[in-house]
């Protein structure tokens, strides 16, 4: 959580200067707090400003962070870091280490691949917002990300000095950390706690990283469209078991074959 | 993001005095910088310093929370509103409208369950950190409460002006919002959109922040224990399949009952 005298000062500029930035207005003079209690109570509401960043710069600081903090730490970083030089205040104020948390599918526990963790929170900080039409902006592009993340041969992006010269491709068919390194081991021949399997998380936390500002770039850019959607097959699910259907006994936007009819047949006897 | 004058004052009180939180000092006098660049470059490291909290008005403000900013956000606030109030600075500065974005597993793609997403990220703020050793020990409170979740009949706390008056309990076996809704509607019989299944969301919340706060005590009372383990079927998977065995083509702490072999049969003809 290091920030450099020039991105705090740009801190300090906004809460001093505030206006424009969702009415956020701090005055600080003399060690005693400005009068207006009103202007006080106020800090910035999601979305915060956005200016377009660099895809391969995001993609090699995340990089960079996997190897610091891990992969949902990686991407958030990334983004907000650029943030941080590129906007200032209010980025200069987000405890980034918190993203740490999403490391290995959320503490370890391999559910939620944690790179996507990470996108999904640069994303709403963005795009977000409490009102229930923000979040819609914001959860769109996360979904194009994720459904992205399910369908692409990843990874798609070769770090400028990776510690593996070659990572496989594979695809996860699916969002999770469990089943995306396991398809990745059955592809790649490589065990799940191997160092080649470490740096395919890395790899994976810069294609990330780069996909998501790209569509954070085309979202600035108010071009932004869905571009991955549901599979066929998994469309066919959902027309009955989602929202208005016959059985009405689920939600998600994921891909169901990534888990049910996987394996097809009972386990081997053991 | 509301924050009070009070709240605030304690803020800048902490801004301005600085010593005993990680070594974050900040003097602003006069509308300038201190001198002293080096301790003007530092903000406070994670963990952050802790107090006590009431595990039911945690549970209460998780659900009052669900109904303004869902599942992650109704734990998240919970526990960080509370420290807000009790430690003030730094949780004055975390823009907890951020975990808004847990809703529904993650954007509404029902990945990891919400409430859980928000328990893990309040408990990294105040047990995690960086350093490796830091992150395990809040990965283990986070650990606990994701297999206390699956294992145990949920909602174990009924809030005290709940929408409905009854909701049934069901067992999750799964840190999964898809699969926790799933089972829950075959218990309840009720469809995965409506109302009362939203209510019931509301008392996970609860029971989330509820459960999240009493480990959280127990951390800062040094009396921490891990108390629920993998289920044994699970560790017999873990052994071929986990760190160290022979095929080691996978990781996660999660029941693999959860989703393997369920169905256990193909799909009926369609």
Redesign the interface.
């Known amino acids: 959580?290091?920030?450099?005298?020039r991105e705090?000062?740009k801190g300090?500029g906004a809460l001093?200067v505030g206006a424009g930035l969702g009415g956020f207005s701090?005055a600080?003079?003399?060690?005693v707090?400005a009068q207006d209690?009103k202007k006080?109570?106020?800090?910035?509401?999601?979305p915060w400003p956005y200016k377009k960043l660099d895809p391969v710069l995001a993609a090699e600081d995340g990089y960079a962070g996997y190897y610091?903090?891990a992969c949902s730490y990686g991407v958030f970083e990334s983004i907000v870091g650029q943030l941080r030089k590129e906007v200032g205040f209010?980025y200069t104020?987000?405890?980034t280490?918190?993203l740490?948390?999403g490391?290995?599918?959320?503490?370890?526990?391999?559910?939620?691949c944690g790179a996507?963790?990470g996108a999904?929170?640069a994303?709403?900080?963005v795009a977000?917002?409490?009102d229930p039409k923000k979040?819609e902006v914001?959860?769109k592009i996360?979904?194009e990300v994720?459904l992205w993340y399910e369908q692409t041969a990843l990874p798609d992006y070769k770090p400028n000095k990776p510690r593996f010269e070659s990572i496989a491709k594979s695809v996860s068919n699916s969002?999770?950390?469990?089943v995306s390194?396991?398809r990745w081991?059955?592809v790649s021949k490589f065990?799940?706690?191997s160092k080649e399997r470490s740096d395919r998380c890395g790899w994976i936390t810069a294609a990330v990283a780069k996909y998501t500002v790209e569509m954070l770039n085309k979202h600035a850019d108010t071009t932004f469209k869905t571009i991955h959607t549901l599979s066929p097959e998994s469309q066919k699910c959902r027309s009955?078991h989602?929202?208005?259907s016959v059985l009405?006994?689920?939600?998600?936007?994921?891909d169901c074959g990534g888990?049910?009819?996987s394996?097809?047949k009972?386990?081997p006897k053991?």
């Not at 600080?28 to 060690?31: K, L, T």
């Not at 006080?40 to 999601?46: C, F, H, K, R, S």
Request: proline share 4%.
């Open positions: 959580m290091k920030v450099s005298r705090l000062l300090v001093t701090l600080v003079a003399n060690g707090m209690e006080v109570q106020t800090l910035p509401d999601l610091k903090g209010p104020m987000v405890p280490t918190l740490v948390v490391q290995g599918g959320m503490a370890d526990t391999a559910s939620l996507l963790t999904a929170s994303i709403f900080l977000g917002g409490l979040r914001a959860y996360i979904q994720f969002t999770l950390c469990h390194i396991s081991c059955k065990k799940a706690f009955c989602d929202r208005g009405e006994n689920t939600r998600g936007i994921m888990c049910h009819f394996p097809k009972e386990h053991i």
